[in-house]
């Protein structure tokens, strides 16, 4: 039977990142590469969304990645799943950036001023620097297909035995996997684009796989619920009390013990409560579940287009920038899937859809 409750998590997910990249555009953390701080408040206590949702939401879809890599791997050889990954994640993140993401590129860097900086750089060097520049939020889905290529070597090496320890799980043993994952997250770790961090993320994908994908460990996350809930809701006030203000994402807060605590405790939270309470499929779930990763890979385009050409410029009141913002992100979005998904040839290089299809 399909776990509606993963289809729900996944587009949920989806739309609270977009949400939290509007705050970011605005922000006024500091962090370079957006328009930054456009209202005259003194501080924006609202942009402790951002502290809210960041730690978790990117581990939460790597965790239902992996459990879906198993899911997957019960229905297709090895060779079908690598191919099937690679025309869904590495396709996009390739070939698509040459058929249109470089617009997302050209966007990203004209918010970092570099071609006012270095107005005499020749055509095929800002080109280059744009299709580079538009892998924006698709660092995801390479990262997906490294951990699925890598997956595979592991079920290699481990030949099912780690699989026969998956379901034996209680909420002692969840508490200390927090260990590991803390572990996980100090290591390979990329300096400067800090969004690739393969040690967390794929420790957590394999969690996904090995460990949350047996409905013995979703059953003790569902019975144990309200205790991760109460941890996560502690540990989350914690965090954003400790850090607000400060530059979230980089090191050395995004590697510390409060920082991964959070995130790791929520994510069992959101899965014990998304299996309990949200395992439901209607009409509107499945058309948000339908359309999360076209929404997931062209949402940021509207947003930084109505930063660079509005927010930045001033051209409107700060609640006017906001809203359209919003509106952009996910109007856009779906007028683009709309579109690019219908076009044969070329859905298959931006979205990854099969040719036949």
């Not at 957006?34 to 960041?54: A, S």
């Not at 050209?106 to 060097?125: A, H, I, K, M, Q």
């Not at 927090?178 to 961090?197: H, S």
Request: glycine residues 10%.
């Amino acid at each position: 039977m399909r776990k509606h409750y993963l289809d729900n998590i996944r587009w949920a997910v989806v739309v609270i990142v977009v949400f939290y990249h509007v705050l970011y555009m605005y922000n006024a953390e500091g962090i370079p590469g957006v328009v930054g701080r456009i209202t005259d408040l003194e501080v924006q206590y609202y942009d402790v969304f951002q502290y809210i949702v960041y730690p978790w939401f990117m581990m939460l879809l790597f965790m239902v990645s992996g459990i879906s890599a198993r899911f997957d791997l019960e229905k297709h050889t090895e060779r079908e799943f690598i191919r099937r990954r690679t025309r869904k994640f590495l396709v996009p993140s390739t070939i698509g950036l040459f058929a249109f993401q470089f617009l997302q590129g050209y966007v990203n860097v004209s918010l970092g001023g570099l071609f006012e900086r270095e107005p005499d750089l020749p055509f095929l060097v800002k080109a280059l620097i744009s299709v580079m520049s538009g892998i924006g939020v698709l660092w995801y889905i390479q990262l997906l297909w490294v951990f699925s290529l890598l997956l595979v070597l592991v079920r290699r090496a481990e030949k099912g035995r780690l699989l026969k320890c998956g379901g034996r799980t209680n909420p002692a043993v969840f508490i200390a996997l927090a260990l590991p994952v803390y572990g996980a997250a100090q290591i390979l770790n990329t300096p400067i684009i800090v969004v690739y961090r393969f040690g967390l993320y794929f420790f957590v994908f394999l969690l996904g796989y090995f460990v949350l994908s047996f409905e013995e460990a979703i059953a003790v996350l569902k019975r144990w619920f309200a205790l991760f809930a109460g941890i996560a809701v502690l540990l989350g006030i914690a965090f954003c009390v400790r850090y607000f203000g400060e530059l979230y994402a980089d090191a050395p807060i995004n590697r510390s013990a409060l920082f991964v605590s959070y995130g790791y405790f929520t994510c069992l939270a959101i899965l014990g409560g998304a299996a309990k309470y949200g395992d439901i499929s209607n009409r509107f779930t499945q058309w948000m579940h339908k359309r999360s990763f076209g929404l997931y890979v062209f949402h940021y385009l509207g947003i930084s287009a109505v930063g660079l050409l509005i927010g930045r410029q001033g051209l409107l009141p700060a609640p006017a920038v906001y809203a359209l913002s919003l509106l952009a992100g996910f109007a856009g979005a779906y007028l683009l899937n709309g579109i690019i998904s219908r076009i044969p040839g070329y859905r298959w290089a931006v979205l990854g859809i099969r040719i036949e299809q």
